[in-house]
């Protein structure tokens, strides 16, 4: 079981925690639970590390952040000893959670859970700080950001876990934003590679890493709230949405003589900025000369389209960053203009990315050009196209993002057709 940080933000908030750990070690479960810092708490550590020093050693960096996940540990043991369990907290270099030697962004390598779950097995509940980790030189290492999702996943596959919980503070993966659409629906069931690509188009229920571990280790994920009341159902009973493979949902459908629907969800991101060079020379490495410097520069690339040359040898370059790195991308372009060859560079920070996603698109031609016919009939322009296997994303203007949600929304049939749906 996997709580975040709003699950996690204050005693009373810690209780309703410790009662739903309680309430399904008595339903005969072995638990281990990992948690999140208070919210905001891991900003406020990461304040204090710039004031210290704004040239911060990482290495110290991640033994100030990775004490925010301690703390809820030890309340969450100490809470749940009141409530008469039996609980300990089990810190990232108790068990140990060994990672490669990259602080801030550390990646983990295995989890040794032979005395975790001995300890299990006599009825102890385990809760255990995620974020964080060992290296091999001794030091506290975290994650990253959104790294206790990837903590629990890995805990669930080194212990053989039936199941992981990731607790939130929404209810499951709906079709869409239910804010912006009322009739968005949860979905019972979706495929790792569907949650890949819902979470890195802009859903934010998961964390894409965790995402890729379990899909890499085979743990069944289940997303739900723990914004929930005391006599409310347990977990066992999936109120939920179940992140499984795309094996296992077939047989699931097929027991269920359910058809597999077409399209899963639509996301939109507003994190995006546009960026068009023109008049590049349109010649072998050209390209090569705008995505290297950007690369080497960890910046993320996403969208990306050439335009057809012109009769002058030269062509027009548009693709796409997230919103945070249009300034350094700016700057770093404009220092190499000269090496590139590029008339002008212009940006567009006022964009959304609106995506559809779904497995059904394997076997199912005309999704892509649904979409595109979608947003033509109620004047939504298209600027950029990108494709996956089975998700088709485009480019459009800031203030359409609401409009368009709705309108693919319906146009796939995602719509619920009631409040009980």
């Known amino acids: 079981m996997k709580f975040g940080g709003t699950s996690m933000a204050g005693t009373e908030r810690i209780r309703r925690v410790a009662n739903i750990v309680r309430r399904h070690q008595e339903a005969g479960h072995e638990v281990a639970v990992v948690v999140s810092a208070m919210a905001g708490e891991t900003d406020r550590l990461v304040n204090f590390c710039r004031e210290a020093n704004p040239l911060y050693d990482p290495a110290e960096y991640d033994v100030v952040v990775a004490s925010g996940e301690q703390v809820t540990a030890g309340l969450l043991a100490l809470t749940l000893q009141a409530m008469g369990c039996k609980a300990r907290s089990w810190l990232g270099w108790q068990l140990p959670v060994n990672t490669v030697e990259a602080h801030s962004k550390a990646r983990i390598e295995g989890i040794d859970a032979d005395a ?9 509940v385990a809760v255990i700080p995620g974020f964080q980790g060992i290296s091999q030189n001794g030091r506290v290492t975290t994650l990253g950001r959104g790294g206790s999702d990837t903590s629990a996943v890995a805990v669930a596959a080194a212990v053989k876990a039936d199941r992981c ?13 239910p804010r912006i659409v009322v009739k968005a629906r949860k979905q019972h069931y979706v495929t790792y590679e569907e949650m890949l690509e819902l979470a890195s188009v802009g859903a934010k229920v998961l964390q894409t890493r965790s995402v890729g571990l379990a899909m890499k280790e085979g743990v069944r994920v289940q997303v739900l709230s723990s914004f929930v009341d005391d006599d409310a159902p347990l977990a066992d009973t999936i109120p939920g949405t179940m992140i499984v493979s795309d094996d296992e949902l077939a047989r699931i459908q097929k027991d269920q003589g359910m058809e597999r629907q077409l399209i899963t969800g ?11 060079l023109t008049r590049v020379p349109d010649r072998p490495g050209a390209v090569a000369h705008i995505f290297g410097p950007l690369a080497d520069a960890g910046i993320n690339v996403d969208m990306i389209i050439q335009n057809v040359g012109r009769d002058k040898g030269e062509t ?11 300034v350094r991308t700016q700057t770093l372009l404009e220092e190499r203009q000269g090496e590139i060859g590029f008339n002008r560079i212009l940006t567009d920070p006022k964009v959304a990315k609106i995506s559809v996603v779904g497995v059904g698109m394997k076997s199912h031609a005309g999704v892509a050009a649904q979409m595109f016919q979608s947003l033509a009939d109620r004047g939504i322009n298209i600027q950029a196209i990108s494709t996956s296997e089975i998700k088709v994303s485009v480019l459009i203007d800031e203030d359409e993002t609401e409009l368009a949600v709705r309108v693919l929304h319906t146009a796939y049939g995602l719509d619920a057709e009631s409040e009980a749906a």
């Open 116 to 124: 975790l779950v001995a300890a299990m097995q006599t009825g102890e």
């Open 165 to 177: 919980d990731i607790y939130t503070d929404v209810d499951g993966v709906y079709t869409t934003d």
């Open 266 to 276: 639509i996301a939109h991101d507003k994190n995006e900025a546009k960026v068009i």
């Open 316 to 326: 027009d370059v548009t693709f796409t960053v997230t919103s945070a790195d249009l």
